[in-house]
């Protein structure tokens, strides 16, 4: 096991609704990463934070956003849900934001919006 | 940009046979760093291996092994002796410097299924 953790496990919205996913990193490890993984396909990178900054951001809406607190735990949140932010949401914790350092990643959420 | 290419959507083999999962990556940077992970039904994503750019040794941990060729831009992986409990899927994942720092981009992932 990782050490990372995630909360909830799973979660059921409704459309328009807003959800928070806790993440929360591996001892040592100052950095995480959200992805978003579709059913049948490869995670899809969301943002990272670093030292509670974010730290490079891939192509998703401003209605994704993140924070990091000062024990590097972390939140992803999306507000307006639509139906195609179902999905499974993994986190993932490396020792800095550097490219050289592995993601570990957590069990991940599963977001289903009705 | 990057892009990372598993052309094998599934794969079924047989306990105890030899299979080898593809990957071919494309990117711009000047130094990357090619991962391996596995995704059993549960849902985590497990690591597996991290091999850099400036590494074509290939590498073996016991039943695993890794065959990088630069020339080639690929990054396959082996499992010899399959084994039911290898039943999952197996991300190939990308990131480097300059571009991309320490985003990861994943290929769509190979399911394999090993039977008993």
């Known amino acids: 096991e990782t050490g990372v953790t995630q909360s909830p496990t799973h979660l059921i919205k409704t459309r328009g609704q807003q959800v928070t996913l806790r993440c929360s990193s591996q001892?040592?490890?100052?950095?995480v990463s959200w992805y978003q993984q579709a059913l049948g396909q490869g995670p899809q990178f969301i943002f990272q934070?670093?030292?509670?900054?974010?730290?490079g951001r891939g192509n998703f809406p401003p209605r994704f956003s993140g924070l990091q607190f000062p024990n590097y735990s972390s939140e992803l949140n999306v507000n307006a849900l639509e139906l195609d932010d179902s999905a499974l949401y993994l986190c993932?914790?490396?020792?800095?934001?550097?490219?050289?350092?592995?993601?570990?990643f957590g069990p991940g959420t599963r977001l289903t919006v009705l | 940009a990057q892009k990372v290419t598993q052309a094998q959507t599934e794969i079924s083999v047989v306990e105890k046979e030899d299979v080898t999962l593809d990957c071919v990556y494309e990117?711009?940077?000047?130094?990357?760093?090619l991962f391996w992970y596995k995704q059993p039904p549960s849902g985590e994503l497990v690591f597996l291996i991290r091999?850099?750019?400036?590494?074509?040794q290939n590498e073996i941990s016991g039943r695993y092994s890794w065959n990088f060729q630069k020339s080639t831009s690929s990054f396959n992986f082996t499992i010899t002796a399959s084994q039911v409990v290898d039943s999952a899927v197996y991300f190939c994942?990308?990131?480097?410097?300059?571009?991309?720092?320490?985003?990861?981009?994943f290929g769509e992932g190979t399911q394999l299924t090993v039977n008993p």
């Open positions: 990117t711009r940077d000047t130094t990357y760093y």
């Open positions: 091999r850099n750019s400036f590494d074509e």
């Open positions: 993932a914790s490396s020792r800095s934001g550097a490219s050289t350092d592995t993601q570990y």
């Open positions: 001892s040592g490890h100052n950095t």
């Open positions: 994942a990308l990131s480097g410097v300059p571009t991309s720092g320490s985003r990861l981009t």
């Open positions: 934070y670093y030292r509670e900054e974010e730290n």
